[in-house]
């Protein structure tokens, strides 16, 4: 009787995705009509500073951003693509491209980070859903999903876009981190209890209860 050698199968982890989004801390309203509800100067410098900066530090790698369609046509021309990170477009319209502007086309969420594992757009350092509705969605139901970093607005505006999951309720799987593993997560010393033009806000770190 022959014998033969025990095989396993090894399945590869899924790759890590951290979520960006600011939503109004009452009803997790994210935006209006395409666009946000709110201009928040100081909190647009987060969002570009955290998104560009890689931890550690690396010379060869960029940080990616992934968005729906009309999150990027919401980006106005003279702002995009967005500067020193790879921009990577999701849109059912669309075939998996790269285009002209160096900017990286696919049809799914799966096809962008395909796309990113290929090595076509350079080395890949962190990786960044920012929105909209839709592609929140599909990433929250993706179990690369780790960690969210919310802007959590205190102040109610019209809005008629939701984030798809309440993350507050532990129920749900998340659990809010201290500021200081905020902090630490992002490489900055980030401030607490911001206020603009009246809007009072916060930056918070959600992670996926394992």
């Known amino acids: 009787m022959t014998s033969h050698p025990a095989t396993t199968t090894t399945t590869m982890p899924p790759t890590p995705l951290t979520i ?18 709110w201009r928040l100067r100081k909190e647009l410098s987060y969002f570009a500073r955290v998104t560009k900066r890689l931890v550690p530090e690396s010379s060869n790698k960029k940080n990616a951003v992934i968005m729906g369609r009309k999150t990027w046509d919401s980006i106005p021309a003279r702002f995009r693509p967005l500067p020193d990170r790879i921009n990577v477009v999701v849109s059912r319209t669309t075939n998996n491209s790269v285009g002209e502007d160096a900017v990286v086309w ?76 905020l902090s630490t997560f992002v490489n900055e010393d980030v401030p607490k209890n911001m206020q603009e033009d009246g809007v009072p806000y916060g930056f918070e770190l959600y992670e996926k209860d394992q």
């Open 20 to 37: 960006v989004v600011a939503a109004t801390s009452a009803t997790l309203g994210i935006g209006k009509s395409g666009g946000l509800p």
């Open 106 to 181: 696919a049809r799914s969420l799966d096809d962008a980070l395909e796309a990113l594992k290929s090595g076509g757009s350079g080395e890949v350092g962190r990786i960044f859903v920012i929105g909209g509705a839709q592609l929140y969605d599909v990433a929250m139901k993706y179990p690369g999903t780790t960690r969210i970093l919310m802007t959590s607005i205190d102040k109610e505006f019209d809005v008629d876009t939701f984030f798809p999951v309440d993350i507050r309720d532990p129920a749900n799987g998340w659990k809010k981190r201290t500021h200081g593993e």
